[in-house]
Nanobody, 126 residues
């Protein structure tokens, strides 16, 4: 059984930092893209950042460029999201996602991902 388990969410003051982690089990994701999405109250889930299997290619939503950094450790079957200079508008449930298929690049659409974590709440207070 494949599982993605997120951790690291919480409550932080605006301007603060958090580091999200996502540990995968049940299969390896070496060769597969991974990503972070988020869903704010009353809004649809949206891409935050994505990373290729090698870590050499990354994508960021405009709203987080320069503040968030996605990375992965294939030896640990894990992906991370370092979030700095958090803003109240970053408040959302953050989801880790992984593709089943092997590919060279990153992917930014929900339908392209086969496995999802349960989500972790991030709240940035003003």
């Amino acid at each position: 059984q494949v599982q993605l388990v997120e951790s690291g969410g919480g409550l932080v003051q605006a301007g603060g930092s958090l580091r999200l982690s996502c540990a995968a089990s049940g299969r390896t994701f070496v060769g597969s893209a991974m990503a972070w999405f988020r869903q704010a109250p009353g809004k649809e889930r949206a891409i935050v950042a994505a990373i290729s299997w090698s870590g050499g290619r990354t994508y960021y939503a405009d709203s987080v460029k320069g503040r968030f950094t996605i990375s992965r450790d294939n030896a640990k079957n894990s992906v991370y999201l370092q979030m700095n200079s958090l803003k109240p508008e970053d408040t959302a449930v953050y989801y880790c996602a992984a593709r089943a298929a092997v590919s060279a690049g990153y992917h930014t659409e929900e339908y392209e991902y086969d496995y999802w974590g349960q989500g972790t709440q991030v709240t940035a207070s003003s």
